[in-house]
């Protein structure tokens, strides 16, 4: 029985949308124009326990469209997770933390930023595929890179406790 105790715990809890925004701060007028927008997107990953083995994990997506420095349209989106994950070693935990999660987590997200578009009267935004696993590891060797040319020593691990 105490074997079963101890095995890898990983669930679900909940999947929501935690935030939502969208601005439109130029319309009507700048929705007369012609020239195509110039899009940029950028992701955002966070992580922390809530308590004992539960943690919530949050991708943001920041989708902002101008034409030449004035905005068309922004959105933000924030999907969040309720996940509990118990007896894995500080490694995997935040392996699954940094990739599992966040994969499971983005379909969610690209599909609000596609509709929220829509909705707002734009052709949708398509949210290319993401590869949490090669950001995680590229986050790895960032912070060890930082740790062998003689950094402060701190980590920027996305956990954080609650």
């Known amino acids: 029985m105490a074997d079963q105790e101890q095995s890898p715990v990983f669930q679900i809890q909940r999947v929501y949308l935690k935030d939502l925004s969208l601005e439109q701060p130029n319309s009507p007028q700048i929705l007369l124009e012609q020239q195509q927008p110039q899009v940029d997107i950028n992701l955002a990953l966070a992580a922390e326990g809530v308590?004992?083995?539960?943690?919530?994990?949050?991708?943001?997506?920041?989708?902002?469209?101008?034409?030449?420095?004035?905005?068309?349209?922004?959105?933000?989106?924030?999907?969040?997770?309720i996940f509990e994950i118990r007896h894995l070693p500080q490694e995997q935990l935040q392996g699954v933390v940094s990739v599992v999660c966040p994969q499971i987590l983005y379909?969610?997200?690209?599909?609000?930023?596609?509709?929220?578009?829509?909705?707002?009267?734009?052709?949708?935004?398509?949210?290319?595929?993401?590869?949490?696993?090669?950001?995680?590891?590229?986050?790895?060797?960032?912070?060890?890179?930082?740790?062998?040319?003689?950094?402060?020593?701190?980590?920027s691990g996305i956990i954080t406790s609650a």
């Open 107 to 155: 379909p969610y997200l690209r599909a609000i930023v596609s509709d929220v578009c829509t909705r707002a009267g734009f052709p949708p935004i398509l949210l290319t595929e993401v590869n949490f696993q090669a950001m995680y590891e590229a986050q790895q060797a960032q912070a060890a890179q930082n740790t062998a040319s003689g950094g402060n020593g701190s980590s």
């Open 51 to 81: 308590s004992e083995g539960i943690f919530e994990v949050c991708v943001t997506a920041t989708v902002t469209t101008k034409i030449g420095e004035r905005t068309l349209f922004l959105v933000e989106a924030k999907q969040a997770g």
